[in-house]
Nanobody, 125 residues
Framework: QVRLVESGGGLVQAGGSLRLSCAAS????????MGWFRQAPGKEREFVAA????????VYLDSVKGRFTISRDNAKNTVYLQMNSLKPEDTALYYC??????????????????WGQGTQVTVSS
């Protein structure tokens, strides 16, 4: 079992930055691929970024490439999402997720076994 707790969300003006964190319980964090998803009101959950358990490979949603960076610290059992140049359309509830698979499956919710409760990000125009 893996328990995930997100933090770092908040209200920010367009063009600003936020850094989300996701702390994981358990001793096997380094065995899991980690992902970030988001869900805006009235919309489906959307893949944002993923990182391989080794940290050597990452995948991004096209609309966040160059603005968002996913990283992990396996010694701290934590994955991060650095979000720069935020836009109002980035407003959503952001979730982190953990799974044991890699490949194209990590861009979909079915690629993950564990989910956090989410942290709200609101970008004002």
């Amino acid at each position: 079992q893996v328990r995930l707790v997100e933090s770092g969300g908040g209200l920010v003006q367009a063009g600003g930055s936020l850094r989300l964190s996701c702390a994981a319980s358990g001793r096997t964090f380094s065995s899991y691929a980690m992902g970030w998803f988001r869900q805006a009101p009235g919309k489906e959950r959307e893949f944002v970024a993923a990182i391989h358990w080794s940290g050597r490979s990452t995948v991004y949603l096209d609309s966040v490439k160059g603005r968002f960076t996913i990283s992990r610290d396996n010694a701290k059992n934590t994955v991060y999402l650095q979000m720069n140049s935020l836009k109002p359309e980035d407003t959503a509830l952001y979730y982190c997720a953990a799974g044991t698979r890699w490949g194209t499956i990590v861009t979909g919710a079915t690629g993950y076994d564990y989910w956090g409760q989410g942290t709200q990000v609101t970008v004002s125009s």
